[in-house]
Nanobody, 120 residues
Framework: QVQLVDSGGGLVQAGGSLRLSCPASGIILSINSMGWDRQAPGKQRELVATITRGGSTNYADSVKGRFTISRDNAKNTVYLQMNSLKPEDTAVYYC??????????????WGRGTLVTVSS
């Protein structure tokens, strides 16, 4: 199978920065789109950012100009650099990847989540 392990969350003061990482491993032939979602307490999960294999990016309006998504295709890893963090960014952040496995299956995979807490 394919696994994603998201990490890098923690407690930070408003205005601070964190960098999330998420390497993919397993029976991977290639990875198409990768991205990050988040879910705040009592709220629905929302898309934060996505990045294609070629590097095209898409961001939620709420994080534009503050967050940067990137990826290292050689390492099958996606990153999320979060700057100027706000208390409303507090959430569990989940990475995801649309993969093609070595037996030619299309498989969408999710990480287990990493908690980001921003104090005011």
């Amino acid at each position: 199978q394919v696994q994603l392990v998201d990490s890098g969350g923690g407690l930070v003061q408003a205005g601070g920065s964190l960098r999330l990482s998420c390497p993919a491993s397993g029976i991977i032939l290639s990875i198409n789109s990768m991205g990050w979602d988040r879910q705040a307490p009592g709220k629905q999960r929302e898309l934060v950012a996505t990045i294609t294999r070629g590097g095209s990016t898409n961001y939620a309006d709420s994080v534009k100009g503050r967050f940067t998504i990137s990826r290292d295709n050689a390492k099958n890893t996606v990153y999320l650099q979060m700057n100027s963090l706000k208390p409303e960014d507090t959430a569990v952040y989940y990475c995801n990847a649309f993969t093609i496995t070595t037996d030619y299956r299309n498989l969408e995979v999710w990480g287990r989540g990493t908690l980001v807490t921003v104090s005011s």
